[in-house]
Nanobody
Framework: QVQLVESGGGLVQAGGSLRLSCVASGRLFRWYAMGWFRQAPGEEREFVATIAWKDGNTYYADSVLGRFTISRDNAKNTVYLQMSSLKPEDAAVYYC?????????????????WGQGTQVTVSS
């Protein structure tokens, strides 16, 4: 069982930056691909970014490519999402998720564990 706790959300002006963090419990963190997803009101949960467990390859949604960066610190059991040049359409609840031995999937169904989410609000 893995517990994920996100933090770092908040209110930011358009064009600003935020860094989200997700801390995982347990000693197997390095074996999990970690993903960030987001969900706006009335919308489906959508893929944002992921980082594979073995080779550390990263993948991004087209809508955030070049603006967001995912990274991980296995010693701290933490995955980060650095968000820059934020737009109003980036506003959502952001969730981190863990996929054991994952290669970096964009599909929510591939992920075994989910955090509670952290709210990001972007004012125009």
């Amino acid at each position: 069982q893995v517990q994920l706790v996100e933090s770092g959300g908040g209110l930011v002006q358009a064009g600003g930056s935020l860094r989200l963090s997700c801390v995982a419990s347990g000693r197997l963190f390095r074996w999990y691909a970690m993903g960030w997803f987001r969900q706006a009101p009335g919308e489906e949960r959508e893929f944002v970014a992921t980082i594979a467990w073995k080779d550390g390859n990263t993948y991004y949604a087209d809508s955030v490519l070049g603006r967001f960066t995912i990274s991980r610190d296995n010693a701290k059991n933490t995955v980060y999402l650095q968000m820059s040049s934020l737009k109003p359409e980036d506003a959502a609840v952001y969730y981190c998720a863990a996929d054991l031995y994952g290669k970096g999937s964009q599909e929510t169904r591939e992920y075994d564990y989910w955090g509670q989410g952290t709210q990001v609000t972007v004012s125009s």
